[in-house]
């Protein structure tokens, strides 16, 4: 084949001029959005082609992107790499001879959106806009299409040859419910690494239901108080977003190099015992998940924390060699213009033990989360709130707005009391993280879980 023999002269002349380590991203995506509000606004498609070009020498490395895929602009891509990481002499290694990777696709195809008109697409996002205004108070609702087909090959000098074909799809709804003089307004979306299968069932409208209904009640709930209190998350994106920022990208190798606070503690209890925290970039049919990372690696499954133990990092190659490290599959990336670097995937926390009805019943007084609308991670972290009750004497009272929840992740998953049995996914299919690696495909799931005590920021006073 062309690339290969083209790839290993690349590889060659890199290794012979310093380099250590060589690899080939290659990618050609296709993108389609479709802006919908109570007629097309936009209709977009892109086409994607280029590949990156990674070297590493020891624990330093460059990466360089192109288009031109042609064996002298590789070598001219070669060279600047190697000049921006100062490497110089003369190599004396060779690349391996290719071996194809094969393995079993964890989110298949049946209907590829590249197989279906852009009428077909217009037509489920205007279904969408009026089922919207069919709901109570709903003055509007913006609905986007948006379907990948990223198709990427991934070569490189220690023999490496991995195929990935990545579809995905989703809906985005901006809906504005308006009572008794007030809006709210926010955006949910409905995500899915399938074709247009996924929507089949019609559970992205009961999202825009559940979105709409969750709008309706923050209109003239009184504010959240500031507070430490006890606070309940809700199974499934609440509890596992709350892992993500609190101590997911603390865990991540690029972290660990910028001092991160967990490096020394391998081996030691950082969260109470009823914590076990998976990521898992294999589990079926999941918006994290594909064949292989982005360095090649065959996806796995890596426990984080074990019982409240600390066991293992996520680890991308460059990661893994300056800490010494074995690699995780973690090695993640927007596009060819994106380095790796050391990403979630499906991020869990397991199911517990805890009675769900209890963890509420006994509470005296405290905030109960039924949706976290982002945050921020990093030594401290910050979750929004967008939906959340007061608790009281054990019941759930009213609807409160403007919580954000604030904390330092080795302290706050020491005070976790109550995990419970239910364990549910993401609602919705999926999300997106950003980092320097770019924006990509995550899921946050896991049952009920409680926090002893925790700083609650808001506005209001205490019901």
């Given at each position: 084949m062309q690339l290969n023999s083209t790839a290993a002269s690349v590889f060659a002349y890199a290794l012979h001029n310093g380099a250590d380590f060589a690899e080939l991203f290659l990618e050609d995506r296709d993108d389609v959005s479709i802006d919908y509000t109570d007629r097309?606004?936009?209709?977009?498609?892109?086409?994607?082609?280029g590949a990156g070009l990674y070297l590493l020498k020891g624990n330093s490395g460059a990466y360089v992107y192109l288009n031109d895929l042609s064996e002298p602009a590789l070598r001219?891509?070669?060279?600047n790499a190697l000049a921006l990481m100062g490497a110089s002499g003369k190599g004396s290694g060779m690349p391996a001879p290719f071996s194809v990777l094969r393995r079993e696709n964890p989110c298949p195809v049946a209907v590829s959106p590249s197989e279906i008109g852009q009428e077909k697409k217009i037509s489920m996002l205007r279904d969408a806009g009026l089922y919207a205004s069919s709901l109570p108070d709903v003055s509007c609702c913006r609905v986007t299409w948006f379907d990948r087909d990223q198709?990427?090959?991934?070569?490189?000098?220690?023999?490496?040859?991995?195929?990935?074909?990545?579809?995905t799809t989703r809906m985005r709804f901006i809906p504005i419910v308006a009572r008794n003089g007030e809006t709210a307004s926010s955006f949910s979306e409905y995500c899915a690494a399938a074709g247009m299968e996924a929507f089949e069932s019609g559970k992205h409208l009961e999202q825009l239901k559940a979105s709409c209904d969750r709008l309706r009640g923050a209109i003239g709930?009184?504010?959240a108080p500031s507070c430490r209190v006890p606070v309940v998350l809700e199974a499934g994106a609440c509890s596992g977003t709350f892992f993500h920022e609190a101590c997911g990208h603390q865990l991540e190798t690029r972290s660990l190099q910028q001092d991160g606070i967990f490096w020394d503690l391998r081996g030691q209890k950082i969260a109470s015992p009823k914590v076990t925290l998976i990521d898992d970039?294999?589990?079926p049919n999941l918006y994290g998940s594909s064949r292989f990372?982005?360095?090649?690696?065959?996806?796995?499954?890596?426990?984080l924390i074990e019982n409240g133990v600390l066991k293992g990092f996520l680890a991308d190659r460059i990661g893994a060699r300056r800490l010494g490290l074995s690699r995780t599959g973690s090695g993640r990336r927007q596009d060819y213009a994106h380095a790796p670097g050391p990403r979630m995937s499906n991020t869990f926390l397991a199911a517990g033990t805890d009675d769900d009805d209890e963890m509420i019943r006994d509470m005296d007084e405290g905030l109960y989360v039924t949706e976290i609308g982002g945050g921020t991670g990093g030594r401290e972290f910050t979750l929004l709130a967008a939906c959340a009750y007061w608790v009281k004497n054990g019941r759930i009272g009213p609807r409160v707005k403007g919580a954000i929840l604030v904390g330092r992740g080795d302290e706050t998953m020491l005070k976790i009391d109550r995990v419970g049995r239910r364990f549910v996914f993401e609602q919705g299919g999926g999300s997106f993280c950003g980092a320097d690696s770019g924006f990509i495909p995550t899921t946050t799931s896991g049952p009920r879980m409680r926090i002893a005590e925790m700083l609650v920021g808001g506005k209001g006073e205490k019901l």
């Open positions: 097309v606004n936009e209709v977009s498609r892109m086409r994607s082609f001219r891509a070669a060279d198709r990427v090959t991934i070569l490189n000098s220690e023999g490496t040859y991995a195929e990935d074909r990545r579809v709930a009184p504010e970039g294999t589990l990372d982005d360095e090649g690696m065959p996806r796995q499954r890596n426990t």
